[in-house]
């Protein structure tokens, strides 16, 4: 092939300081993307008793566990939303969140023995595990709505959904780029130093008691509300409860400030992570 030719079947050049992400050679590797999603889902059940039972036993065990301390203990009130229902759905998307963060954050340390061998577009690891534990969302999703059915059904509680479940898909989207986006931060300093992996799923713990998980927001003093709404996943658990129940608060703004928050916060993960990963086998 001539020096003036263009058609190149391979083309290499130094790293620049912005990651350089194609979203058309990801698609490329949307098979590899599924292969690691369902490694995902074997190893997370491999040797276990109960294996996939564990989707379902996870959520429940978090709500009896939030119903018996905050309801029968601390008499905190649900928005007239019954308490079992209320925490599930709270329970959920902290769930799908926290799980997301945790499974993205070691992904330098668990996979460099794959990514010192064999090419591919870093990146699609950690969309892999978003995707998978995407998956178990939607699983618990089904277990909130065969509850849901029960309440107005059988136990004729007036909850009632609105309009705005149309949002709720635009809701899960956000969150899967919040963790995602998180989820890449953590990765790319747990990379070089491996005791901020410890401190920051410290931090996402206490990150709970910020987010209105097992309290509805309209509990919260006035004063402190400000300060709650700083964490983006306020407005959208917010928008998610009020979707389905009708109950609780919708502010606009707020939500928008969320989505706003989550793009920044995608952003900053996908340069942080594209910068480590030109050099990260030197250093995990």
């Known amino acids: 092939m001539s ?23 990801l698609l490329r590797y949307k098979d590899l993307v599924m292969r690691f999603v369902k490694r995902d889902h074997i190893v997370s059940y491999r ?14 065990i978090a709500t009896y566990v939030y119903f018996m301390i905050f309801t029968r203990i601390f ?13 599930l759905a709270g329970v959920v998307i902290w769930s799908f969140f926290s799980e ?12 460099a023995s794959v990514f010192s061998k ?27 709505l065969a509850m849901y059915l029960y309440y107005v059904l059988v136990e004729k509680t007036p909850v009632r959904p609105n309009i705005y479940l149309l949002l709720v898909p635009v809701l ?4 899967a780029f919040f963790s995602l986006g998180v989820g890449l931060v953590m990765a790319a300093l ?16 206490l990150m709970m008691f910020a987010t209105p998980v097992f309290y509805p927001f309209s509990l919260v003093e006035e004063q402190y509300r400000f300060f709650l709404g700083l964490n983006p996943l306020t407005p959208i658990l917010e928008a998610f409860r009020y979707a389905l129940f009708g109950t609780g608060n919708l ?34």
């Open 172 to 175: 899960v989207l956000v969150t």
């Open 118 to 144: 064999v090419y591919f577009p870093r990146i699609i690891v950690p969309v892999s595990l978003v995707l998978s534990k995407l998956t178990r969302f939607g699983i618990q999703c089904l277990m909130l």
């Open 75 to 87: 008499n905190i009130p649900t928005d007239n939303v019954p308490p079992q229902l209320f925490f």
């Open 3 to 25: 020096p003036d030719t263009k058609d190149w079947l391979w083309e290499i050049k130094p790293a620049g300081s912005l990651p350089d992400i194609k979203p058309a050679e």
């Open 251 to 284: 502010d606009w703004i707020h939500l928008l400030y969320g989505i706003a928050a989550t793009v920044v916060t995608f952003v900053v993960g996908l340069v942080a992570f594209g910068r480590v990963e030109q050099n990260v086998i030197d250093t995990v």
């Open 190 to 205: 747990a990379a070089r130093y491996r005791d901020v992996q410890n401190l920051m799923m410290f931090a996402i713990r």
């Open 47 to 60: 040797q276990t008793v109960l294996g996939p039972l564990w989707v379902f036993l996870e959520p429940l």
């Open 100 to 111: 997301a963060i945790g499974a993205i954050s070691p992904v330098f340390h668990h996979n």
